[in-house]
């Protein structure tokens, strides 16, 4: 839309790895994220973005970036099937023996 218009445009920076961002236009565009120093020398971030899709509907992605990897959350998300119960408890079993301590090469 070239006739949108910025509403928001909010940065802060402390040079130190700790920033924050929000970014807002009339035609339903809008981000924000705010960053912090991760433990691992990585950079987190958190944050959101949407926009409007064709049919009018509202898109929505709001994520976490941390030394876990890049982590989006969404209704527009596909997700996959259930694991079988076969698998979910190979896993119940596998969490069980992390906690007890044990471990496979």
Not at 41 to 67: C, H, K, M, P, W
Not at 76 to 89: D, E, F, I, S, T
């Amino acid at each position: 839309d070239r006739d949108a218009q910025t509403l928001t445009d909010e940065r802060s920076d402390q040079g130190d790895g700790n920033f924050r961002y929000e970014f807002e236009t009339s035609n339903g565009i809008y981000t924000q994220k705010t960053g912090t120093p991760g433990s691992e020398g990585q950079s987190n971030y958190q944050g959101s973005f949407r926009f409007t899709l064709e049919d009018g509907t509202i898109a929505e992605v709001t994520y976490i970036a941390d030394e876990n990897g890049f982590q989006p959350s969404s209704d527009l998300l596909p997700v996959g099937p259930p694991a079988p119960p076969h698998v979910q408890r190979l896993l119940e079993i596998a969490a069980e023996q992390r906690a007890q301590g044990i471990t496979f090469d």
